[in-house]
């Protein structure tokens, strides 16, 4: 059934043939009728994000979204009936679809329709005061922001009835962990955890009863037989390796909506080990069994066979003032040699000065290694995203390596497809240098 809403222009007319106007739908007093359905009855399609490649038609069960959601709301966020949760989400994420879960344990659900930065970035905290808000779910980005922007909610805002704050969509560094916990609330419980479209919850997050570590994940969710692979396809602890899912979790896709014999199903997450799902991450996971997601392993900078992921590099960057935001790639040349350049935005009124570039190399090489170091830092006056907010790393690599970028992204799930322009520019430069996919 298509129900058409009146949104921002009212008097609006045109929809879809066959659909029924809301305020139709709402006025009728006919009794509500629920159907009983095979647990593997479909009860969404969600589109991937589109990072690696055209987003996936991800179909999920009415079971196992119910058991998943239950299982995650209850046991790992903690959230208890008359609460109140909040995520900043757009209908464009599965973490709206999350949003709704928290329906199932008794919650009451705080929406915000607007931007989180207007009209500055206390917005949300300002929310999370007017509402009495208990669970403040967002991004790593925004956390970040908040950081960089120095503003204090600690003593700006009443957040007495705030307990938990979650983080995801990339990984949260450290310094993310700080800014958390001097400025918005000192016994507050942060919550970083890592899931997806694909599972349409988390496959790591929080645990109120285990310690939590300075820029880890506090534990595997239950349900996910999750590990660590390395390249012999052993599971391994302290060590970098590939997240893998060895075991069926509550909520897997049932299939892609129209892929025949599952056969992008299958070279989606089984290509690499047999019967073991392949994620597409990077994961280190302690003796003690906190984790660490490290960026997609898809567009890992696997120098001379050192990876580093991504988020690494970021957590180093995202600390110098003078930066706004930042991509980093590594480009194979066929003579063994590597090049990894780091593009960066730099905020209004700063230019790219060899200061600069010396605080990037000084700061990473500190931190890690001298092989985290960019080989060139070059400044682009965007990064591009998908509408979910994620940094399109793998996409501008196959750019960099000659793909066009029509086929290298999927443009309609960019939030800026304009971006690539740049980068479309870029790749004629290094098309000229032996560069392989």
């Not at 949260?172 to 001097?182: K, N």
């Not at 997050?205 to 570590?213: N, S, T, V, W």
């Not at 047999?274 to 280190?284: I, T």
């Not at 990894?340 to 700061?363: D, Q, R, W, Y």
Request: aromatic share 12%; with cysteine; charged share 20%.
């Amino acid at each position: 059934v298509l129900v058409k809403i009146h949104y921002l222009d009212q008097s609006s007319t045109g929809f879809m043939a066959g659909s029924h106007n809301w305020k139709d739908v709402i006025n009728q007093k006919a009794e509500l009728t629920f159907e009983q359905v095979p647990f593997e009855h479909p009860i969404w399609v969600l589109y991937s994000s589109g990072t690696t490649g055209q987003p996936k038609a991800i179909t999920h069960s009415v079971g196992g979204v119910l058991l998943e959601h239950l299982k995650y709301l209850t046991f790992h966020n903690d959230v208890k009936k008359g609460e109140r949760f909040f995520w900043y989400t757009t209908t464009g994420w599965m973490m709206w679809n999350f949003v709704q879960a928290s329906l199932l344990v008794g919650a009451t659900i705080v929406l915000y329709d607007g931007s989180p930065g207007y009209p500055d970035i206390s917005a949300l905290w300002e929310l999370a005061e007017k509402t009495k808000m208990n669970h403040f779910g967002t991004s790593a980005p925004f956390i970040l922001a908040c950081e960089k922007k120095g503003i204090n909610p600690i003593k700006d805002y009443n957040l007495e009835h705030l307990r938990s704050i979650s983080s995801t969509g990339s990984p949260l560094p450290p310094s993310g962990f700080d800014w958390i916990y001097e400025s918005v609330k000192k016994d507050i419980w942060l919550c970083s955890m890592s899931g997806g479209t694909d599972v349409c919850s988390a496959f790591v997050g929080g645990c109120p009863i285990e310690p939590l570590y300075e820029g880890e994940i506090q534990c595997r969710a239950l349900g996910c037989s999750m590990y660590s692979f390395n390249d012999l396809g052993e599971p391994a602890q302290e060590e970098v390796g590939e997240m893998v899912v060895t075991k069926p979790m509550p909520s897997m896709p049932i299939y892609f909506w129209n892929d025949q014999d599952y056969a992008r199903y299958n070279s989606s997450y089984f290509e690499d080990f047999e019967g073991v799902w392949r994620h597409g991450d990077w994961l280190w996971i302690s003796e003690r069994g906190t984790l660490k997601i490290l960026g997609r392993s898809d567009a890992t900078l696997n120098r001379h066979g050192i990876r580093i992921g991504t988020a690494e590099i970021y957590q180093v960057i995202d600390k110098i003032e003078e930066i706004k935001d930042s991509l980093v790639i590594n480009l194979e040349r066929t003579d063994g040699n590597h090049f990894m350049p780091l593009f960066v935005v730099l905020k209004e009124g700063v230019s790219l000065t060899e200061e600069i570039k010396t605080m990037i190399a000084n700061g990473l090489k500190n931190a890690f290694t001298a092989r985290h170091i960019p080989d060139e830092v070059i400044e682009v006056s965007d990064i591009p995203y998908t509408i979910s907010g994620k940094k399109m790393e793998a996409p501008v690599k196959k750019i960099l390596m000659g793909a066009p970028k029509e086929k290298a992204a999927n443009i309609g799930a960019m939030k800026n497809p304009e971006s690539l322009d740049y980068f479309s520019k870029y790749a004629q430069e290094l098309a000229r240098q032996p560069f392989r996919l």
